[in-house]
């Protein structure tokens, strides 16, 4: 085999991994996995697919070596290989919003006009933890929490979030976080307290990324 030859089936093998980031329901599935590990059915749920189809994508990804599996009794369960892979995510996200023409207006028509949210950053959030004046709320589904959540917060899916207002002291100061930048759970579960007249903001970001900080966390790893 020439050199040359040898170069590009380098570089196409070094490439796969992007090839398969390149449809955004599996983009989809990789974010969701950066909460934890879920069985096929469940993501199919969470990306709004059919089960057969969101096993297609998810074996796309399996080639690919982006994600991994394990069986328990009938249900196959998948979960990201390791972090590296939230780290590609996270760099093609970054990249997608400092050269994407046109990015901001599609993030602004999804997420809402954030501009009356109180938003607060991890290092705050990490000072107000040490000083144990803040309750943290997880609004993310029940699993992605019992996978791993920052320590110290409770769980109450926004879902559930109207018929349980009354486990969150009304004297207290809420953040609120979920997935990442573009969930929406936390901007919903911020809305629905300070229209009930708590104290509430959201978290900058989500989970995956305080995990990478290696701030504190409880759970299962995602």
Known sequence: MSDHAA??????????????????RRAELVDVLAQGE???????????????????????????GLVKTRREGTSVYYSLSGPVVHELWRAMRQSAEEH???????????????????????????????????????????PEYAAGHIRGAISIPVSDLTSRL???????????????????????AVRIMTGNGLEAARLEDGFPEWAAAHLPTEGRSP
């Open 7 to 24: 170069k590009e089936l380098l570089y196409d093998a070094l490439a796969q991994a992007a090839k398969a980031l390149s449809n955004g």
């Open 38 to 64: 879920r069985p096929v059915e469940e993501l199919a749920t969470e990306i709004g697919q059919t089960v057969a189809n969101t096993s297609q994508h998810l074996q796309r990804l399996l080639r690919s």
């Open 100 to 142: 994407v023409a046109g990015l901001q207006q599609i993030v602004d028509d999804y997420v809402g006009d954030r501009s009356q949210l109180r938003t607060i950053t991890r290092d705050t959030l990490q000072a107000r933890l040490r000083d144990g004046n803040v309750v943290v709320l997880d609004v993310r589904p029940g």
């Open 166 to 188: 009354g486990e969150i002291p009304e004297d207290a100061e809420v953040v609120a976080y979920c997935r990442g930048p573009y969930c929406v759970y936390a901007d919903d």
